[in-house]
T-cell receptor
Framework: NAGVTQTPKFQVLKTGQSMTLQCAQD?????MSWYRQDPGMGLRLIHY???????DQGEVPNGYNVSRSTTEDFPLRLLSAAPSQTSVYFC????????????FGDGTRLSIL | AQTVTQSQPEMSVQEAETVTLSCTYD???????LFWYKQPPSRQMILVIR??????QNATENRFSVNFQKAAKSFSLKISDSQLGDAAMYFC??????????????FGKGITLSVRP
């Protein structure tokens, strides 16, 4: 099993460009989520999904879109990149249930110039 | 909303010694789960240990154990016989039982642990 796969691992964008961060999991997890990690801030939830066709906002959703057309995939879209979105982005998945630990991808380091 | 506080940004420990990382949280709920995650320089997020709030017994995983004080809302991680590979950032996290499927994981800001040889 590959677990949670994120692509790309690194990306540099110019302000105003758009892009999609890909996330795929092969564990048949219902719950998927996106976090951003900034120095001194821990991980903050951007968006999450509890199943195909269902998404909801987390703590810091502005400037990001998500969709969940399949159980396996949960892409994160930056609509118009801003320097404030420079961060490390993590995708995570788990079975439903608060006691289920989340499995994380290896992260994407994104720089917006 | 729940909050998780890790007040010590950095700690250092001598190899083979024991170190305790502190975490406190604020919640009005009675049912929840607490986690410690490790993030080494490779950037991976690795689950270290998990504690169910309804269990009085402290969780243990090999050299890692927790001191869970529900009334004090405290959840510290003890690392025994510290090894060089334990050097990493450690995050404390909270997940509510009340929200069911929509339950979100709330992280503290993390603590950087260095291990001196």
């Amino acid at each position: 099993n590959a677990g949670v796969t994120q692509t790309p691992k690194f990306q540099v964008l110019k302000t105003g460009q758009s892009m999609t961060l890909q996330c795929a999991q092969d564990m048949n997890h219902e719950y998927m989520s996106w976090y951003r990690q900034d120095p001194g801030m821990g991980l903050r939830l951007i968006h999450y999904s509890v199943g195909a066709g269902i998404t909801d906002q987390g703590e810091v959703p502005n400037g990001y879109n998500v969709s969940r057309s399949t159980t396996e995939d949960f892409p994160l879209r930056l609509l118009s990149a801003a320097p404030s979105q420079t961060s490390v982005y993590f995708c995570a998945s788990s079975y439903l249930g608060s006691n289920q630990p989340q499995h994380f991808g290896d992260g994407t380091r994104l720089s917006i110039l | 909303a729940q909050t998780v506080t890790q007040s010590q940004p950095e700690m250092s420990v001598q190899e083979a010694e024991t170190v305790t990382l502190s975490c406190t949280y604020d919640t009005s709920e009675s049912d929840y789960y607490l986690f410690w995650y490790k993030q080494p320089p490779s950037r991976q997020m690795i689950l270290v240990i998990r504690q169910e709030a309804y269990k009085q017994q402290n969780a243990t995983e090999n050299r890692f154990s927790v001191n869970f004080q529900k009334a004090a809302k405290s959840f510290s991680l003890k690392i025994s016989d510290s090894q060089l590979g334990d050097a990493a950032m450690y995050f404390c996290a909270y997940r509510s039982e009340m929200s069911g499927a929509n339950s979100k994981l709330t992280f503290g800001k993390g603590i950087t642990l260095s291990v001196r040889p």
